[in-house]
């Protein structure tokens, strides 16, 4: 596994691009995204679980029901959310990039962030579809055009990318996403988009994609709110020449590692990029009985408000760790917890068998005031682990929030 540069336009097939059309009154912001394969490519999505659904959701998981897609487009600016018309402009919008490129419009993956419930004009989009498809690009520049354009309240653009071998076949993977406030997945994410070119079906796919949320975007807290546009697709458009995987294996087991790189580096990227945030927080937890476990006591913790505002302050409140554990409805034995903090600055442990140890505040206002923090979490019931990834709470974030509208 080699890391590379590319993002979406690493694999082999895949055209990227990325303009301001007209959502966006800051001309300056690009607000329309798409990504294009020269090839129709297995897709799969996973989406968000609130049950107020943007209609781009609605849209893509119909288009691709079938397990296939060609194209990606996204506009920033406007979510397509609680609009009356809202299905009709998501269908329009696949309709028309689908006559640029001369595919199929059910071969469209529709996507949409912004403010909810206002209306989306489908005029800025048509007009700018032609400049859209016109700039399409093969290289790094079309990648980091489209990540640009996906932006909302984001400081920093996202992309990542891979490549690894299949049977002797150098193979790419990459991806871009969105993402900094509104961010609480549940079986999904912001909006992430991922390419690659290995040839896999669409069922093996599907089963990669769902396996992997759960210890990566699942497994992201900035704010604790669920937002109504969330989602990530792969496209595998099978142009690197690999023999087609059709069934768990050991190319399905390498595939499943190289998507496990591309959305675990995005997910710290998301998280480092909180609205407000000036400092990513990791949460290890090992030692438990289980993942699921694991996995509770990591997500109830980086999702407190009280640990996430102690590490904006550089405040090594370890109190406020175990009352996350303890409501986290995980089984722990509270007797066996250790905690300790760690960054670039060094290590300081504040926890051991549930009691509180002397340690130099001092040395822990260091570490706590690095870019990026560990909290550690030793459980001692078990062999399984899990990471979470948040941000600290600022005055920023209400800043920001405060006014998202104007």
Same mark, same amino acid.
């Given at each position: 596994m080699k890391q590379?540069?590319?993002g979406? &336009?690493?694999?082999?097939?895949?055209l990227a691009?990325?303009?301001?059309?007209g959502?966006r /009154?800051n001309?300056?912001k690009?607000? +329309?995204?798409?990504i294009?394969?020269?090839k129709? $490519?297995?897709?799969?999505a996973i989406?968000t679980?609130?049950?107020v659904k943007?209609?781009?959701l609605i849209?893509t998981a119909e288009?691709? =029901?079938?397990?296939?897609a060609?194209a990606i487009i996204?506009? =920033?600016g406007?979510a397509?959310?609680c609009?009356?018309?809202?299905?009709e402009i998501? /269908?329009?919008?696949c309709?028309l990039v689908a =006559?640029?490129?001369?595919i199929?419009p059910?071969?469209?993956?529709v996507a949409?962030t912004?403010v909810?419930?206002?209306?989306?004009d489908?005029?800025p989009i048509?007009n700018?579809?032609p400049?859209?498809v016109?700039?399409?690009?093969?290289?790094?520049?079309?990648?980091a055009d $489209?990540?640009s354009?996906?932006m909302?309240?984001d +400081?920093?653009a996202k992309e990542?990318?891979?490549?690894?071998?299949? !049977?002797?076949?150098l193979?790419?993977?990459?991806?871009?996403?969105?993402?900094?406030?509104m961010?609480?997945?549940n079986?999904a994410t912001?909006?992430?988009?991922?390419? &690659?070119d290995v040839?896999?079906?669409?069922?093996m796919l599907?089963l990669? +994609?769902?396996r992997?949320?759960?210890?990566s975007?699942?497994m992201i807290s900035?704010?604790g709110?669920?937002?109504?546009?969330d989602?990530v697709?792969?496209m595998a458009?099978?142009?690197a020449?690999n023999a087609?995987?059709?069934?768990?294996?050991d190319d399905f087991?390498?595939?499943c590692k $190289?998507?496990?790189?591309?959305?675990r580096?995005l997910s710290?990227?998301?998280?480092?990029d909180?609205?407000g945030?000036t400092? +990513?927080?990791v949460?290890?937890?090992? !030692?438990a009985?289980?993942?699921?476990?694991?996995?509770?006591?990591?997500?109830?913790?980086?999702?407190s408000n009280?640990?996430?505002?102690?590490?904006f302050?550089a405040d090594?409140?370890?109190?406020?760790?175990?009352?996350?554990?303890? @409501? *986290?409805?995980a089984?722990?034995d509270?007797?066996?917890?250790?905690?300790?903090f760690?960054?670039?600055?060094? &290590?300081?442990n504040v926890c =051991?068998?549930?009691?509180?140890?002397?340690?130099?505040?001092?040395?822990?206002?260091?570490i706590? *005031?690095?870019?990026?923090?560990?909290?550690?979490i !030793?459980l001692g019931? !078990?062999?399984?682990s899990?990471?979470?990834?948040?941000?600290d709470? &600022?005055y920023d974030?209400?800043?920001?929030?405060?006014d @998202?509208r104007t």
């Open positions: 590379i540069s590319g979406v &336009t690493a694999a082999a097939g895949f691009s990325g303009i301001h059309c959502i /009154k001309q300056s690009k607000d +329309l995204a798409l294009f394969s020269e129709r $490519a297995a897709a799969a989406y679980q609130n049950i943007g209609a781009p849209v288009n691709i =029901s079938d397990g296939f060609q996204c506009n =920033s406007n397509n959310t609009n009356e018309n809202g299905i998501a /269908k329009e919008t309709t =006559s640029a490129l001369s199929a059910t071969d469209v993956i949409s912004g909810i419930g206002q209306p989306l489908i005029t048509k700018g579809i400049a859209l016109a700039s399409l690009r093969p290289d790094e520049e079309g990648s $489209a990540a354009a996906i909302t309240t +400081l920093k990542t990318a891979v490549s690894f071998t299949l !049977g002797g076949v193979c790419h993977m990459g991806g871009i996403a969105k993402g900094s406030g961010i609480n997945p079986m912001m909006l992430v988009f991922i390419t &690659t040839a896999i079906s669409p069922e599907r990669a +994609l769902s992997d949320v759960a210890d975007f699942n900035i704010d709110d669920t937002s109504t546009n989602m697709t792969v458009n099978g142009m020449g087609m995987i059709t069934a768990p294996g087991d390498v595939f $190289a998507l496990a790189t591309i959305t580096s710290r990227m998301i998280a480092a909180g609205e945030a400092k +990513l927080l949460c290890r937890v090992s !030692g009985l289980d993942c699921e476990n694991a996995r509770r006591i990591a997500k109830s913790v980086i999702c009280l640990v996430k505002a102690a590490m302050g090594a409140n370890w109190g406020r760790v175990l009352c996350a554990i303890g @409501y *986290s409805g089984k722990v509270v007797s066996k917890i250790s905690v300790s760690s960054s670039s600055a060094g &290590t300081v =051991s068998g549930g009691f509180g140890i002397p340690f130099s505040e001092e040395d822990a206002k260091k706590l *005031s690095q870019p990026e923090i560990n909290i550690n !030793g019931d !078990g062999v399984a899990a990471e979470a990834w948040g941000c709470l &600022t974030y209400v800043k920001i929030n405060g @998202y």
